[in-house]
Nanobody, 117 residues
Framework: HVQLVESGGGAVQAGGSLRLSCVAS????????MAWFREVPGKEREGVAE???????TFADSVKGRFTISTDNAKRTLYLQMNSLKPEDTAMYYC????????????WGQGTQVTVS
């Protein structure tokens, strides 16, 4: 079992930056894939950035060139560096992890709110 706790959200002006963190605990040695998703009320949850089983990263087209994803070697902490933020980036951001499946869908954090004005 894996527990995920996100932090780092907040309110920022357009053009600003935020860094989200997701701390994993439990069976972290078995984690294969981690990712960030975001959700806006009334819309489907959107995959933002992914760090897969082989260390490769992928990004949604809407954040390419602005967001970066990284993790420590043990995948105990997942980061999302968000630069040049736009109002349309406003959402609840969730961290997710899986052992084998990518994009991950097994374990989820509670979310951290990002508001860009």
């Amino acid at each position: 079992h894996v527990q995920l706790v996100e932090s780092g959200g907040g309110a920022v002006q357009a053009g600003g930056s935020l860094r989200l963190s997701c701390v994993a605990s439990g069976a972290t040695q078995d984690i294969g894939c981690m990712a960030w998703f975001r959700e806006v009320p009334g819309k489907e949850r959107e995959g933002v950035a992914e760090f897969d089983n082989h260390g490769a990263t992928t990004f949604a087209d809407s954040v390419k060139g602005r967001f970066t994803i990284s993790t420590d070697n043990a995948k105990r902490t997942l980061y999302l560096q968000m630069n040049s933020l736009k109002p349309e980036d406003t959402a609840m951001y969730y961290c997710a992890a899986s052992f084998l499946v990518c994009p991950p869908n097994r374990y989820w954090g509670q979310g951290t709110q990002v508001t860009v004005s």
